[in-house]
Each structure stands twice: as C-alpha cells, then as structure tokens.
C-alpha cells in the first residue's frame, strides 16, 4: 500500500507552460482523501513552490504538510514554512566553486530560502529565464559578502547556454564530484549541493519522519536529479518525457506532463483505479 508520493515539478507536475493541469489537481486531492501523504520534492527553492502549493490547495486538505526543496537539500514543514532539515554550502565552499566559473560564459548562483544570489558575471539569458520561472529576483553580491556567513546557502549552480554547460560538464564534473554531490538538472543548469545529497536522501530522511516504509513511498519524475529518488522509493514513475537516465532508473512509466502523467500515475499505481 503506498502512503507517501513525492511529486518533481518541473517537466512533471507542471505542464511545459509551467501549469498544472486540472486532472493533476484532481487525482492529488484523490489521494490526499485516500489518506496518501502528497510531498511535492523538487530543485526549486521555497519561493519558486509557494504559488503552486498554494494553487493546489494542500494547506486546506493536510495540516501536517512537507515540502523537500533544493534537491533535497532542505525539508519545511508546511504550516508555518519551518525548516526542519538542511545542508549547507560553506564559505570555503563558495570560494572554492567560484573559480570554476571563471573560464566558462556562465554564471555562478547560490540560493537560500529568500534570495537568487549572482555573483560576478552579468546576468546570462538562462538565468534571466531560470529566475523567472522560480518567482525570483536576481540578487546581485559580491564573493566577499557571499563568504561572510551571513547567509545560509543551501545550493550553487552553475548557468548558462546547453553548448557551453555541456562543455563544463565534461571538464569539470568529475573534479566537482569528489568534493560535492552534482547534477545536470536541466541542459542550461548544473547544480552543486553538499555531499551525499539529493532528492533520494531528502525522502529517505521524511519517510523515516513519517514512520513511513520505503516500500510505501511512490515516486514521480522526469529528470536526471530524479534518478536518486528513483531508487529509493519502491514504485519509481518516469514521465513519457523523462531523461533517458531517469527512464532507466525507474520501475514504472506514465504518460508525458502535456498528457497528465501524474494524474494516470497516481491513479494506476496508488488509487488502483
């Protein structure tokens, strides 16, 4: 019996206009009646959910919410937004990321729960759009403040055009990867979070706070930062659309985010309908 869904957003929940369609809607509030725990899991920070939990309407039908942000990386309670779990990056961290964009036509961003920082380069068109699409303005701040502990960074990310990130990724990624837990979330962004986390880390530790089994939990995605959620949870779904890496990871298949996937998901593998 699954009593924990965790739902990605982008290229999932949300349609390619970053909508959701009201058959995802519906079969979400299906299951919340059905006594399922709906956990939306995803790369976007606090402020790039709160307008669509609020379109949901899940503060209405659970009380007791959570929300895992940042791949993983932090967990809110949702009745009052508090943080219950997080991972940082470090001022040494931020020192130490930073020169790898030096030599690439991209940007370095840090996120914590209320800023988009950018640091150094003028904006690129894929951070103008990026930021965009998390509800967010560009916060511009230079190394020194960034490194002054005054913020609680939870993520970086590196951004810029697919041609020139596929090129850091070849150059760099393995370098990155001994220090940190990286991943190409989307062609135009490749985020660093702090070792050993992820969206599969993120739910392991919710579901352990939920008293709930990792062979009750269901998961839904379409990207490569969904391949560690993948195989954690025991019903693992890929979107029609999935990345070929999160295709292999999964168990199960559902139709595209264009077609309601996660409501025909939900209502196959959960519902039973």
Excluded at 69 to 84: F, Q
Excluded at 132 to 144: A, H, Y
């Amino acid at each position: 019996m699954i009593k924990l869904i965790a739902i990605d957003m982008d290229g999932t929940l949300l349609n390619d206009k970053k909508h959701i369609d009201k058959a995802q809607k519906e079969a979400i509030h299906e299951a919340i009646e059905a006594g399922i725990k709906i956990v939306l899991c995803t790369g976007r920070p606090l402020y790039g959910i709160l307008p669509f939990y609020k379109e949901l309407g899940l503060h209405e039908l659970d009380l007791e919410g959570y929300v895992i942000l940042n791949n993983g990386c932090s967990i809110h309670k949702t009745k009052d937004w508090e943080l219950i779990d997080c991972a940082e990056i470090t001022p040494g961290d931020i020192d130490y990321l930073y020169k790898f964009s030096e030599e690439y036509n991209i940007n370095f961003t840090l996120v914590d729960d209320t800023h988009y920082f950018n640091i150094g380069r003028k904006p690129t068109d894929e951070l103008i759009m990026d930021a965009k699409f998390v509800f967010s303005d560009i916060t511009e701040i230079s190394l020194e403040e960034a490194k002054s502990g005054k913020y609680k960074i939870i993520k970086a990310m590196f951004l810029g055009n697919p041609k020139e990130m596929e090129n850091f990724q070849k150059k760099c990624e393995n370098i990155l990867k001994d220090k940190y837990s990286g991943v190409l979330s989307q062609s135009h962004v490749y985020e660093v979070l702090p070792k050993n986390n992820n969206k599969g880390t993120g739910l392991k530790k919710l579901a352990e706070k939920l008293g709930i089994k990792q062979e009750e939990v269901m998961a839904i995605g379409d990207g490569n930062n969904d391949v560690e959620m993948f195989e954690y949870a025991n019903y693992s779904v890929a979107m029609e659309n999935a990345s070929d890496l999160a295709a292999k990871a999964a168990k199960y298949k559902t139709d595209s985010n264009e077609n309601d996937g996660v409501a025909k998901a939900i209502r196959k593998y959960a519902l039973n309908k």
